[in-house]
Each structure stands twice: as C-alpha cells, then as structure tokens.
C-alpha cells in the first residue's frame, strides 16, 4: 500500500507528498477504469457498508464541528449519501452500457454508439458546510464512472477531515482513493496538478481561483457554488405554508445551506403577516429564545468570522433604514445568531451584495409581480430559484422569464434530495451538475465510437471530385436535403 510521506505536521502535505500521491493514482488509472460493473458495485457496496458502520464516529464529529444533532446529521448528511449509494449500485450496470445511436443514410451500413469512459485521476475539493454530504456523494458519482480520486475536504470542518480519512483509509487504497488535509495552500497545490477532472463545492469567489488553475493544465471543472437564491411569493401563494417552509430551508444548518432561501420577495399588504409567521415557525420548531441556546435542534455558525460578518452586513443595512424584526442577537463567542428576519430592506443594501449564509433572512416587498420577476433576472443567475403561487398562469410566466439552477414550486431545499434531478447551477452559481446518473456522466467522458463495414458507401465520396461518382453522391445529398428540409 502507497502512503504520503510523513512530514513535521501529517495534516500539511508537501508539495513532493502531493506531487507522488497524484503519480501512484496516475499509474492505477487505468486498472481502475477497466473494471466492469461487478467491480465497482463492489467497491460501493465497501464504501456503503463502511459508512453504516462509521455513522455515529462520523456524527460526532459534526456536532464538534458545526453543532449538529444526531437527527439532522442523519437526515442531512449520512441518510442521503448512503440512499445515492443504493441508488446508483442497482442502475450501475445499465448506466456503463455502450448506448447505440442512429446512422445517417450516407454512412449506411457504419454501426454508431456512445460508450462511457473513466476520466481518469480526480480531485474533489468539499465544503465545510455539509461536509460528510458534499466529500462523498461527488467521490461515489466518480468510483461509480471508474476513476481514481483525491479528496480534500475543508479544513473549517477539522473534526470531520479527519473522520472522513480514517473511514476512507480503512475502505480504499490510496492509489484509488486518498484524503488530503491541510488548508488553502495545500487545496491550491492539488489545483496545479493535471488532473483530468476536477469538482469544486464552495463560493464562486474560490471556483474563481480552481478555474483559472485548471485552465492551466486544460482540466475540466464542476463548479458547484452558491449566491443569493429567492424565495418569490406570489399573491396567490399560501402564506403560512411559504413561512413554513421558508423558515425551514433558511434555518436548516443554521443557515449554512447553498440552497438556503437567502431573501425573500413578497407582496408588500403580505409582509407583516409573513413575519408573525415566521415567527409562530420559530418558536414552535426551535423553542424560545432561551432554548435556542440549549436544544438540540438549532445548530451553530462554522467560526467567530462568520457570526461577525452578518452582524456586519445587519447593522449596515439598519443604518440605512433596514429594521431587524425578529431575532438580532449575534455572539461570535458562541459562534450564535439567533433566527433574524430584516424587513425594509432594499437591493441596494449590503444584506443583498452577498450571499448570506446564515440565519439572517432579509425581506423584500413589491408592488408588481413583473417588478419582482425582474429584480430577480437584474442579480446573478441563483443555484435555486423558491416559488410559492396557487396560480398557474404565475408558475408558468417564472418558468418562462427566470432561470435557475434549480426551480422548486412551494417548497425549499427539497429538491436536491431527488436523485433523478440534476443538481447544479448556472453561471455565477455554478458549472456543471451531479447526483444519480448525473454524477455518473459529469465524471465520465462520452467517447463517439463508429464502426465503418468493409463494403462502405463513404468511397463514394472520395475524391478527384470530377469523377461521376462523387458528383451523382453529391447531386443524391442535395436530393435528400429538398426531401427532408426543415418545413416538417
């Protein structure tokens, strides 16, 4: 079994450490990518067996972490990845299946599929805000299409690092998969290397930086990112239903959700009775303020940082007329913000310049449906895009004049749960997407296969051209082109 070599600080690999991991994964390649589907249902099945046995190790370390309780680690981040597993080892087999395609008539007798090869080496660089979630669903879609993989979670989530690499050292060799810890440098250092495919999670700031690196070396990226996504209630929306679900996808990880509602956008008569339910949600969901601090069910921001950046945003945005109408208590010590709902606010406020990620949920009103469908296309393209409306003539014209990554109608956060759904972003919010078969062909590369039979009507079109031949081919083309134009 290859190792890295040791160091003065285990958890900061040098640069030669990295450098020798990526040559041992390189060398396994391609004995990784001819495995068959038995093989790499066995490997899944390895993985998922391992995580069963490791859930409540792995649970631990999230409460150290981010203050999750074991329910939520559960339904957030072990359940949904071992479901992925189950789901992609029973369509495995009918996924790598070479996928034969038509023939044009000019190529008549030429036999045309499309088969699925391994990337090759890979690097996964995973958040800290779901950290078991977003480090193993990529690293299944990627075994899943036969690579080999190099993960590097986030060294915000410490306790879970390294949870993460005793269970994947006990499962995997590292010539197929190695974990990687260490901070920013080290994360910058892997992004030099020439893999074949790099998959990003985190701010578009970051994916920024992966980008520019792996155009260095011509390696494709997922980016997986993030910003401001809306929750659009419309008039004829439920409204104790959107809050309801809105407080839900906000509060949820304490906010630290890519897909977490970060605004809301709602009529203006619909605004007071909006907050006083939200608030009804808070209290019957999460307890009083006092309980707040002590039950199990509300978690905590990631680092002191992130507590002192949104009080920063919240104070700013009061200042300039902003009013915080529920919550505002902010204990960097603690790492706390209590659920805090901002009313008045407008775009140009710092609550809207970035994404939040946290508890802090701004309100926004409108006068027109039209004006809020176009406050929404003026910011960046969302990862998520929340629509509460009874009507559908208004689901409809969303549809039609928003783009997203995802559109959920009446409902938050719930879609990346679909393992049939594409999950990703656009533009700004992302590149890319996975999940299910998804994942499987973003980690895998559809080579054009084509066999041309021995007798072959392409000699017809071999040149000199003034021969009869390739002048009756070319009057015959021009004839099916007249016959089968586009007027169908």
Request: proline share 8%.
């Amino acid at each position: 079994m290859t190792a890295l070599a040791p160091s003065s600080d285990p958890t900061q690999p040098s640069e030669t450490d990295l450098r020798r991991l990526f040559q041992t994964q390189q060398d396994w390649r391609w004995r990784a990518a001819q495995t068959g589907a038995a093989e790499r249902q066995a490997i899944l099945r390895r993985l998922h067996d391992a995580l069963k046995a490791g859930r409540v190790a792995l649970a631990d370390a999230l409460a150290l972490d981010l203050g999750k309780s074991r329910a939520e680690a559960e339904i957030t981040e072990i359940h949904p990845v071992l479901e992925e597993l189950q789901f992609i080892i029973r369509r495995l087999p009918r996924w790598m299946a070479p996928r034969r395609v038509s023939t044009p008539l000019m190529l008549a007798g030429a036999r045309s599929e499309v088969q699925f090869q391994a990337r090759g080496v890979t690097l996964i660089l995973s958040p800290w805000n779901y950290p078991v979630n977003l480090a193993l669903s990529p690293l299944i879609a990627s075994l899943a299409a036969g690579n080999t993989v190099i993960l590097k979670p986030s060294e915000k989530a410490p306790n879970v690092a390294r949870a993460l690499r005793h269970l994947l050292e006990g499962v995997f060799e590292p010539r197929l998969v190695a974990v990687v810890e260490g901070d920013g440098a080290v994360a910058h250092t892997l992004t030099t290397l020439p893999f074949d495919h790099i998959f990003f999670t985190g701010s578009g700031e970051i994916g920024r930086k992966v980008m520019a690196a792996a155009a260095q070396n011509l390696s494709s990226v997922t980016l997986e990112l993030g910003g401001k996504s809306p929750a659009l209630v419309h008039p004829s929306a439920d409204l104790k239903t959107a809050a309801e679900r809105v407080a839900w996808g906000k509060l949820l990880n304490a906010g630290q959700t890519c897909v977490a509602p970060d605004y809301v956008l709602l009529p203006e008569p619909m605004r007071d009775a909006f907050v006083l339910e939200v608030d009804a949600v808070i209290a019957r969901r999460y307890g009083d303020r006092a309980w707040l601090r002590v039950g199990p069910d509300y978690g905590r921001m990631v680092d002191a940082a992130s507590v002192e950046r949104l009080q920063r945003l919240t104070d700013h945005s009061v200042q300039q007329g902003a009013r915080v109408a529920l919550g505002g208590e902010f204990d960097p010590a603690e790492r706390f913000i209590s659920p805090t709902v901002v009313t008045d606010v407008t775009p140009e406020m710092p609550l809207m310049g970035e994404e939040l990620f946290g508890p802090v949920l701004p309100v926004l009103t409108y006068r027109r449906f039209e004006d809020a469908l176009a406050l929404i296309r003026r910011l960046d393209p969302p990862l998520a895009l929340y629509l509460f409306a009874e009507d559908e003539a208004a689901v409809a014209q969303v549809g039609q004049e928003t783009t997203s990554g995802g559109l959920v109608i009446n409902g938050a956060v719930i879609h990346l749960t679909n393992p049939h759904l594409p999950f990703g972003g656009v533009g700004p919010s992302g590149m890319g997407n996975y999940h299910g078969e998804h994942g499987f062909r973003t980690f895998s590369h559809e080579r054009a296969v084509l066999r041309e039979p021995r007798p072959s009507p392409v000699r017809l079109m071999y040149p000199p051209y003034g021969r009869p031949l390739p002048r009756l081919t070319a009057w015959a083309l021009r004839l099916l082109e007249r016959q089968a134009g586009p007027r169908e």
